[in-house]
């Protein structure tokens, strides 16, 4: 990763020269790289829709995926594709703008999600539970009419780890995103390669490339989310525990099915025990 002006993709043209940011590079491509190899998400010659919000963690996703390709480490075709919700505020030629300066090949979509979503969800309610639903139908479609293989999006470590925790919470099951699925239709996968990146991490990086970051509160329903609570308890156990995110997110790729109560997982009913061979007592032990 050398950053020759003539021998580096676009996406990391103008990026420091820092020790400190070379480091954090290096770090996000290897968690990146680990993810992909893991979950086994390379189907040479696939082509994957890499779903643009135009937040930190999918510009991030976005740029480190082209660096892979770029090194020929990732055989596969890149389609940058953002959904533009039809949220009043949005800024609709940031992110076009932005991938024709980086010459990446995208498709924008302009669909008004926002309006459904406004009209079905009691007042007072969040919207992102049907946000998210209806997003994902659409970027299914795309992905379909675009004759690519995999949906991709931009969900890191801590995303996972508060999706646990929300499912542990309130949803009464131990279940998260995992990095690798496929959909209901059984057509399409779904990755998600920043699955071992920090959000620290993800954060730091986007901030130093100044990439153009569009906050995710347009719609005025983050505040009071049940994931922001989340995030909060996480947080404060990190600053009591430097290094808890990581613990538990290791706990999520070491599960002992036999040590949980899911009979569907470890089967309990035909667990048996050993037992010492049964003595015959009708022998009479010789006397020496």
Known sequence: MLDDQDDIHPLFYGAPKTTEFKKLRKRIVANVRDAIEQYGMIERGAKWLVCLSGGKDSYTMLAILHELKWRGLLPVELLACNLDQGQPGFPATVLPEFLERMQ??????????????????????????????????????????????????????????????????????????????????????????????AEVDCEKFAKSMNYPIIPCDLCGSQDGLQRQQV?????????????????????????????????????????????????????????R
């Open 231 to 287: 995030k909060q308890i996480l947080d404060q156990w990190e600053r009591n525990t430097p290094g808890r995110r990581n613990v538990m997110f290791r706990s999520l790729m070491n599960t002992r099915p036999s040590h949980l109560l899911d009979t569907g997982l470890f089967d309990f009913q035909g667990l048996t025990r050993a037992t010492p061979a049964e003595d015959n007592l009708s022998e009479i032990p010789k006397l």
């Open 104 to 197: 990446v090949p995208h498709r924008v979509e302009y669909e008004d999600t926002y309006s459904i979503v406004k009209e079905k969800v009691p007042a007072g309610r969040t919207y992102c539970a049907l946000c998210s639903r209806l997003r994902r139908g659409n970027l299914y479609r795309i992905a379909r009419e675009e004759g690519c293989s995999a949906v991709v999006l931009g969900h890191h470590r801590d995303d996972i780890l508060e999706t646990f925790f929300m499912n542990l919470f309130h949803g009464g099951r131990l279940a998260t995103m995992p990095p690798k699925l496929v959909n209901e239709e059984g057509d399409l996968f779904v990755y998600r390669p920043l699955a071992f990146v």
